[in-house]
DNA sequence: GCGGCGCTGTGAAACGCATAACAGCGTTCT
DNA sequence: AGAACGCTGTTATGCGTTTCACAGCGCCGC
């Protein structure tokens, strides 16, 4: 869910990609892993497409940004692709990522990372509870907010995510950011406002839900877009 | 975050409009709540603009959905304002929503939900696990999921949350359409396959994040756009 | 009282993205 | 062996949304 505004883009070689590719580049690679894991050794545009929910056009449009073509016959060989958009997508190295709130949603994130996302870590909590504060949580330690900063250095972390009350949002936002984050997940129902140097995502589940019961109550065949006029 | 498809659209009177600015009119009355709280009476665009990080004109636009017209002098009335886009977006009557799934995130959902949105309650909860079900969680029933097409079609639900294990969320979703429901927001990390006319959206944590590492590493200046070439 | 300012609302242009259409080609079937 | 099929990669078209630009107008200051 989110707001369309001058798109952020990356170059790769001499190309540049759009956030909306990203995604879809993601999306794809996570469907070619369960298609390998489930022995699966070429598939077609059109299949990976219905699995993506996407037509087989974009995805072929996609799939052009990373370099690697398929065999008119075969189709696209399942682990290769897989791998070409990993080059693409993963990083040199493991990124190290903060948390910031250790609340409910603080722990269900930890509960996600369990043994996925091996290139991806979060080495440090962060809370302004001091029963929260200097203990171990899922072998991760946790830090009282203060220590943000020293600790964010020493780590060499750059990407955070905040899961604290929306109240408390902004001027957390605002340490990390001084700590030397780069990149941010915001679960707060905030919009923050940074420097534009800093990548912000917001997964802001009031927006999201409310669009959702909004959605609910359209007409029956919306779809067909039958509108008349 | 959201892959871009065919929007869905919805009549109001006798215009059409997109998710694109359902969201942002939600994200608006947010803010107005915030500023009608804080005393706030009046508001310019360019200032409503900054605070949902949108510009003036866009602001504008979008308002014109909304039939409601501000004043060239004062701006717009905070208060009316918000009415003005609640009679947009809101619902004639609370809208019932059931939650499946009632692990971390299930919990998280719950406490985001208390005190907030009276206007959507979660009147039914769902696991498969007999330790969580027949219960009593914040004031709300917990059944197996097997009821679940009994208790929605006596409930009235036509919107649910899904905050169950991926390898589990298709055929729950398949279970709540059957059951009546019109609208999913689904935070399983799979692509839902459904029939057209239900609207489902997704939060996939794991792609979001995996899109805000992506971006952390990218060029310094990039918001500047300085590509050679 | 009148001129000028700054805001709103909206038509018109520009942009980005998705969709459609097509050329190339390896394989397979006759 | 030759032809036809179906898939890929890519170019061109179209659409939706955003951005630009300006007309209209109430208020404020002179």
Chains 1, 2 share one sequence.
Do not use: W
């Not at 903060?98 to 994130?109: F, I, K, P, Q, S």
Request: with cysteine; proline share 6%; hydrophobic share 45%.
């Amino acid at each position: 869910m989110t707001i369309k505004r001058p798109r952020t883009r990356r170059k790769l070689g001499r190309r540049t990609v759009s956030e909306l590719v990203v995604v879809r580049l993601i999306l794809y690679r996570r469907i070619l892993r369960d298609l390998a894991f489930s022995g699966t050794r070429y598939v077609f545009s059109h299949q990976l497409a219905i699995l993506a929910d996407v037509t087989p056009e974009q995805l072929r449009r996609d799939l052009m940004n990373v370099r690697y073509e398929g065999s008119p016959t075969r189709g696209y060989e399942v682990v290769a692709l897989e791998e070409r958009i990993g080059a693409f997508l993963d990083p040199p190295t493991t990124q190290s990522v903060a948390l910031v709130g250790v609340g409910n949603l603080g722990r269900a994130l930890f509960a996600y990372f369990l043994g996925r996302r091996p290139l991806l870590q979060i080495v440090a909590a962060f809370d302004i509870d001091p029963a929260k504060v200097d203990r171990m949580i899922n072998g991760c330690p946790s830090y009282h907010i203060s220590e943000a900063r020293t600790v964010m250095r020493d780590k060499g972390i750059n990407v955070a995510m905040i899961a604290v009350p929306a109240a408390a949002a902004q001027s957390v936002a605002d340490i990390l950011v001084e700590a030397g984050v780069r990149s941010l997940l915001n679960f707060a129902d905030v919009r923050l406002r940074l420097p534009p140097d800093v990548y912000v995502e917001h997964i802001d589940i009031g927006v999201t839900l409310e669009k959702v019961a909004f959605f609910a109550r359209r007409p029956v065949a919306a779809a067909k877009d039958v509108g008349p006029a």
